[in-house]
């Protein structure tokens, strides 16, 4: 098969677990686009986190793609978006009042700015801290919100946030998606919405086939971009969720689980 499009989610698939880009996954992706290959990187991440990896790994100027919230916001290399959805305002009330008595740090985007609520525990700084931008607190989120919002990004410990998960799908789960993307974050998304979703508009915006397409990812929110893609890779450290679905599991991101993959695959 000749692949023609590479997706790969950031953290813990791209990045190890040091947070760090690997000259050899670096190098590998790099060969690939000398090859005509397209890079897409697919992350939870707002736009304004992802794009930096897309600038260092030459995605923009390889006419690659990039998507941020999950497939909610789908860029070209121009910064264009070529699809944007919205979380339907309705629910940001309902779901928030099973929040509010929940230590949980729950966080909405707006542009480049990330609002959250006045709740704090030792999960509330990490996406702060891999996306370099603050968090500005606000008294009450559901009614501070007057735009529309792409997520729910939850933050809170990884026990509370799978008891939380179950309450909102018994609740929401005809409506909306719900989903861990880390043992420490929960994701309440438009329904239907997804990095599979995503990797399905950008093929269809460059004429390739989804047979075509490589797909790298370590957790639940990759799980419908690995089993749309033609070869879907999971990594070593990968939940087993996601390796159970996979066509192939690669090492770890601590061994450089995409270069691995690459050096089988693309021949």
């Given amino acids: ?8 989610d950031i953290d813990d698939t791209l990045l190890n677990t040091k947070k760090q880009l690997t000259p050899a996954t670096e190098k590998a ?4 686009q000398s090859e005509g290959i397209k890079l897409v990187v697919a992350s939870g991440r707002l736009p304004y986190g992802v794009r930096p990896f897309a600038e260092r790994l030459k995605v923009l100027e390889n006419n690659g793609y ?13 910064g264009e978006l070529i699809s944007t959805t919205y ?5 940001i009330e309902p779901i928030y009042d099973v929040l509010r008595p ?9 542009g480049d700015v990330i609002y959250r609520d006045r709740k704090v525990n030792e999960y509330t700084h990490i996406e702060t801290e891999a996306v370099g931008l603050p968090l500005n607190p606000v008294d009450d989120i559901a009614r501070f919100v007057d735009w529309d919002i ?17 309450v909102l799908l018994e609740k929401f789960g005809g409506e909306v998606d719900i ?11 438009p329904k239907g919405i997804n990095k599979g979703i995503g990797l399905e508009k950008i093929c269809l915006d460059c004429g390739v086939a989804m047979d075509e397409v490589i797909a790298f ?3 639940f929110n990759d799980i419908p971009m690995i089993q749309k893609a033609g070869l879907g890779v999971a990594m070593g450290n990968a939940e087993e969720e996601l390796k159970a679905v996979a066509d192939y599991v690669t090492e770890s991101c601590d061994n450089d689980g995409i270069a691995a993959a690459l050096d089988r695959f693309l021949v």
């Fill in 1 to 8: 098969m000749k692949y023609k499009i590479i997706a790969f």
């Fill in 29 to 32: 992706l790099l060969n690939a």
């Fill in 66 to 78: 990039y998507m941020g919230f999950n497939g909610g916001a789908v860029l070209n290399s121009r």
């Fill in 87 to 91: 979380l339907d305002s309705k629910y």
């Fill in 102 to 110: 929940l230590n949980i740090t729950t966080m909405v985007h707006k």
């Fill in 150 to 166: 792409h997520k729910f990004l939850l933050a809170g410990d990884p026990e509370l946030l799978k008891q939380t998960e179950k």
């Fill in 179 to 189: 989903y861990l993307s880390a043992p420490w974050f929960l994701e309440v998304m």
């Fill in 217 to 219: 990812g370590d957790s």
